[in-house]
Every structure is written in structure tokens, then in C-alpha cells.
């Protein structure tokens, strides 16, 4: 397995543009996971999906941040309008309860608002 | 106070020594996670323990369920086991990682 996939892997934007984030989860997975990750605060969860359906979006930090999973192999992240505060990596991580729950993380978006 | 607390922060040690990395956390917990992050981005996880020792060639991971902590030991550490090291807590009744702020670990030649 190609383990979880993101991407774009870098992305540089304006303040005020949409980003949009993807990531593919590996095969199996029943849960996936949205972080962020910044200097000042660490790793922080965003949001997580449970068989496709959203569980827990307590940490989407505001209206302007959604995320959406249409089926089991695709997730996005999109951040509409962008602001330089979001800058941060994002990463995309899945599991499987049936074996264990360990999560798999993916290799990040790093994402700059200029 | 963060529901999980690590220390130290950073350790600076040379090549050879035992290293020693703790991790404290005051909710209950389901299991709990060690993950290494190296320069670059990368996140792996090393363990994930609910109770005892787990061994994995030179790095062993413990948990105390009862005094709410873990260790990470690394044995006859390396350069290249210079990284970040995070814990984290599935929360009980959630499917949930909460995550320390990380230790900063580097070993010098």
C-alpha cells in the first residue's frame, strides 16, 4: 500500500484565495483525520470521519475552514477565504478500529498565505 | 494546563547515552501513542500501548496507567534518532488524538 497521500505537498497562496487540500486515506481505513500543525501550537485536531461521515469538527477553527470525505478513498480541507494565520502544515492521517487503531499520517501540506 | 504534558522539551545528549523522554496526561485515556517527526515533516508512529512495555529494536515504551504516565527510552542512541518526539492520548469514549507539545531531541556525534 502507497500508505496516505496528500496533496499538494507545498502550496503558496494569497490572503483571500480558496485553498483546497486532498488527501487519499489507505485502502481499509475507516476513519481519517485532519491536523494542523504550527510552531506555537503544536499538532491540533481538526476534524475526523468516521465511514465517510464527519464525528467531531470541534477543532475547525472557523467558518471559513470545511471538510467534506464524498467516499471512502478521497477527503478534502478547504480553507475559503485563505488568511495568513492559517499558514501551518496540514496533515491527513487514517486507521483502522478493527486492527488497532494506529493512525497513519501522510506526508503534510505545507501551506503558506503570503 | 495541557491535558498532556511532556518533558523535557529538548534534550541534547551525546551519541551512545540512554535517553529518556516522559509524558504525563490528566484525562482518561483508551491507549496512548509515541510518534517520532523528523526535519522535513514526516510523522511516524513508533508505538501505540494501553498498558505495559512495548520493545521495538532499541527504543522501549512504557505506561502506567495508574499514575497516568509513559516513557520513551532510547537505548545506544544515534545521530540519526535526532527528531521530534510526540506523545499522544486516544481519548476515552472518543476516537480522538490529544498530542503533547513534543520533546526536541538531538544526539551528537
Known amino acids: 500500500d502507497a500508505g496516505v497521500i496528500q496533496s499538494p505537498r507545498h502550496e503558496v497562496t494569497e490572503m483571500g484565495q480558496e485553498v483546497t487540500l486532498r488527501c487519499k486515506p489507505i485502502s481499509g481505513h475507516d476513519y481519517l483525520f485532519w491536523y494542523r500543525q504550527t510552531m506555537m501550537r503544536g499538532l491540533e485536531l481538526l476534524i475526523y470521519?468516521?465511514?465517510?461521515?464527519?464525528?467531531?469538527d470541534s477543532g475547525m477553527p472557523e467558518d471559513r475552514f470545511s471538510a467534506k470525505m464524498p467516499n471512502a478513498s478521497f477527503s478534502t480541507l478547504k480553507i475559503q477565504p485563505s488568511e495568513p494565520r492559517d499558514s501551518a502544515v496540514y496533515f491527513c492521517a487514517s486507521s483502522d478500529r478493527v486492527r488497532g487503531n494506529e493512525q497513519f499520517f501522510g506526508p503534510g501540506t505545507r501551506l503558506t498565505v503570503l | 494546563k495541557n491535558e498532556v504534558e511532556q518533558s523535557p522539551q529538548n534534550l541534547t545528549a551525546q551519541e551512545g547515552e540512554f535517553i529518556t523522554i516522559n509524558c504525563s496526561y490528566s484525562?482518561?485515556?483508551?491507549?496512548l501513542h509515541w510518534l517520532q517527526q523528523h526535519p522535513g515533516g514526516g510523522i511516524v508512529s513508533l508505538f501505540m500501548?494501553?498498558?505495559g512495555k512495548k520493545k521495538h529494536g532499541r527504543l522501549i515504551a512504557t505506561i502506567n496507567i495508574q499514575e497516568k504516565h509513559s516513557s520513551l527510552h532510547i537505548t545506544a542512541s544515534h545521530p540519526r534518532d535526532s527528531a521530534v518526539y510526540i506523545c499522544?492520548?486516544?481519548?476515552?469514549?472518543?476516537?480522538?488524538?490529544?498530542f503533547g507539545q513534543g520533546t526536541r531531541l538531538t544526539i551528537n556525534p
Open positions: 499522544a492520548v486516544d481519548i476515552q469514549g472518543a476516537q480522538k488524538l490529544v
Open positions: 500501548l494501553s498498558s
Open positions: 470521519f468516521n465511514n465517510n461521515v464527519p464525528i467531531d
Open positions: 484525562v482518561g485515556i483508551s491507549a
